[in-house]
């Protein structure tokens, strides 16, 4: 890291720096510029924090030269990680991207989940999602059926043989969700609910992150960090679009460009949700190609198997009929892109 | 609430929004308009999620006439809402502002808290602030003493007298924190955690609630509803600063506006943090000032007997030396602005 | 309009409002709600502004029912506009997507700035782009040669029949501009010179128009109404980034879903510009694939003949043979996006 | 400058941008870490721009250790610059705060602007401000009477003895502008219109500069380093508001903190604008006494007699009464102020 110290640094100042970081094991490099003193210090960060440093007195401010994320980096593993499931189902690297497919929650009426679910396997999607307990911003919205709803997915697996997807929203509710979950989402409001993310980097099922609306990628990457430093690598991204300044016409602003900028720094698996991405069914499609053809790993999507009677997100989830229509067309696009990679296309870096 | 239907909706889209709103006791009045149909729609939106006609096939957007929070609102409640403890500290109201004090993570130095906690006292403040349960970013940062530094805050007030102030950030520790603390704090990445929201909602101390980075205020307020709707109706908002779009000088955005906007909906008491806010030492006197004269009712500030040494937030800690000098200017303003209100001088609305 | 009343308005408030509105001819309607009076007012808002009607003693807010631009609105003209230049070529609706190529500033060497065009010409594009007048955010950075690179483009154009995209920075420039442009682009930090988009707005030459970083899609159209209402109805709208919270990784957001909710909105043509969107050479590909399957018309990229040793953005251009390649996979996505619209494939609405 | 190598980077890539670096005089260091290798030169970077050497092969990523600024820098005039007038008003420095007061736009209705200017003056206040040329998001929307305006400017200065504040939108006006105004201001939507920024350059009138909705204050700075660059060292900042995600309640983000952060980092004095940052006259006396106690030099107001029937921004208008009663409050803050700095209390740094 790189300490630039105030233009008023006392001579007493810089050597404190200079002992610090020489006491930690730091090789302590000292440039005397015409206005600012700068200090290069190489060695092992995790002795000692740049935020220690930040705080002493005639320090202006520390660059990093590293990623403060480790096990996430792609410098310490260059090659995709691949998620396998015991069904054969994979997710990352050269395979195929796959789908997640349901409603956003899970409603008291199993016949519409089994027709969503049955839906899904016709057109080879490989995950049912659905919420059981549901984060709602007001406290008088519909937040899930709980216990209830986590039977009827697994009811559907049975039935269809799609892998399940679905929220944990508080650590006392690990074991049960485990039970029926074959993934586990942690929701974008609770990226960095820290006990969260330590309860299930201390389970063996794959974990869907959603990126927070106001999460840099630094923050989306050491959220992700917190998972697997707990023992959990099987960690799949989320991208679910961020904050903007604009929300006339959609519910954020999908940051397509997280998904390249992600697999070029992480080896994680990457995937993007146009439903609440955009908040609009009319730009599920387009919204979906984008994320595809930008390298995401899969799609999450919300089908409902009647939008208009939905408790929740009806405005964003395709029906039945429409999910089939906009899966063909996005199968059409990833045609193209495997047989791109097939033909091993040189990439610009 | 008013429904825009689309330009191409049917007459039997718009029949089928009538009858819904019909179905649940709305008074719904058409204008046909020369492009747009618009529905005005007059009843009770707890029984008809604007969500749901949202979805509705023919509908364009739905706009609300009034906020969704309700016990929160101002509207509801004309008066300020005013928290008192059992030593008399009020907070609210036109009580003078308080202030709450104390470095951001309690260490494992007994003696320094304490002369953090005496200096506080000494000054005149009601509240020792410290983190026994951090949240943090990386996973590879102190993230608090736990238990023990519950005990050292007991330890403090017994000398001192002063309340404590404390973050929870799991459910699962409430039972503990409510043992040490006097007012329960909410951080700013668990706004919107829903669960741990629900479980202070159900405890009998006071909460502060700090704003999520990329949080209206509106999902704010429905953040405070959440606990209130649980039985807990003393909730002290606290503005920490919002995600902007330039980093290179502070941590955060302090909204400053936000105090006087939420003063003006609801009846809640709200206080400014601008050692979060800003993450800069230098900040901290100009903004809390800022935060006063803008209606706060209190102020949060980190203040370390060895900001230099600090486990974290160092950069933005006041050494008790600089505290003293801060808070005296401080005074002078509130000295000014209690001058003011005593004098009744008029408001613009 | 709808006009919502504050709780505290008077008779004598309301009967002001009513009253303005019917001396402009509206049709005004009272709800009087059980907090609060909300009216209805159906008319022309040329002859009233809301913002006049929410200056007034007890308006709370007033909420627009429809778009306040109208010449660059759908709901005016509901075929896509599709604009043709005497050589044939042509942008918008059904037509295949266009390619403007060439470096961010014209430098004085024109046997660069010629290899850069001859290899746009091999590769079937249609538009060589490159700055004359440069904004640049330090006066110390290279700001353009003026007209001697207005020269060398016009001499590029000759000997490839490419057409000529360059950007006006100001009104008394125009003549000049026009001289040697097909195409005249008005920059992203431009968008809201008013006296700039008139001046345009007067000229006969098809307008390429640059979305600015803060701006909201409504800003972005009222923009292009400026021009229209100028007289100028030839506008290509580009898409080239908003501001984030996050710039460590690029210069941008590059905002994907604008495209198709313009197209919803508007019936002008769109165009992507990935390489000012992303400020990363990576990014480039993946990010004009993103922009292409979510509906653009065309793409803007820099290519250079040399980046590294580019006067100005070189991090974000293309070499020559880098452009190749990523143009030949492009194409390859527009094959399969052109077939889909032949095969007439329905669309979610 | 600090280059960062990519992990990828070749010995012939390393050994490049050495070689330029020695080429254009710069002193580099040479440092090869674990995993980057990262290049240390101290030199002039107006001899090599740092986007050159981030554009060459192999390089990650360059940061810089000083500000691009340099004339606007108080590392190059530590004292305040204070800006004064014919008549002995003084802006800057230890000089009591100036308020510049009026309409948004002058309207054609003499006597109204009159009495804003005899309600500013009896008050004290130092300038009469109102708009001659209006940049308006619509072109529906009214634009100013020209130099009708510029005239009723004067005349009421003739009477009042006000200097005169005036927005200049286009360098074909200079010189009418400057006729007749005694500062000129360029607008938030033009702070990069890089040739206005020109013209006033050479022109010998104190400009206000406000600040772009989305520009970071290094942008800002380096708006105002084009003016001084070109010749005009008078040049005052102003803080109206940020775009933010929640325009609900306020039209943008007052970054208060701004304030503090350009008088560290600038000579330049800093005056804040409340009506424009928040577009709500309820919010002007908070935010007017925030931007003070943060160390503003002046405050810009919109005054108006007759706010429901203003053309322009009657909503975030204060009417005549209205400004008296806040006036006076501010005046009470700013005495508290006066005395804190003359009995010269330390302040934290």
Known sequence: MIIIMEKTATQDNIQAVMNILKEHGFRAILHEGAVHTVIDALGDKTSLSPDRLDAMEGVSHVKLI??????????????????????????????????????????????????????????????????????????????????KALKYLAKAKEETGLLVVTELMDSSDLDLVCEYADVIQIGARNMQNFRLLKSVGKCSKPVVLKRGPASTIKEFLLAAEHIMYNGNEKVILCERGIKGFDSSYTRNVLDISAIPVIKKYSHLPVIVDPSHGTGQRYLIEPMAKAGLVAGADGVMVEVHHNPAQALSDGKQSLSIPQFKEVFTKLNSIIDVLHLEKSMSLPTVE
């Open 66 to 147: 590293r990623e403060p994320y480790r096990m996430a980096s792609r410098d310490r593993k260059p090659e995709d990680t691949v998620i396998e499931f015991d069904n054969g189902v994979k997710i990352g690297g050269a395979n195929r991207p796959v789908f997640m497919v349901g409603p956003c929650s899970v409603e008291d009426d199993y016949e519409g989940l089994l027709q969503v679910a049955l839906a899904a396997k016709e057109m080879g999607c490989q995950f049912l999602r659905g919420g059981a307990f549901k984060p709602r911003t007001s406290p008088y919205d519909f937040d899930g059926l709980g216990e």
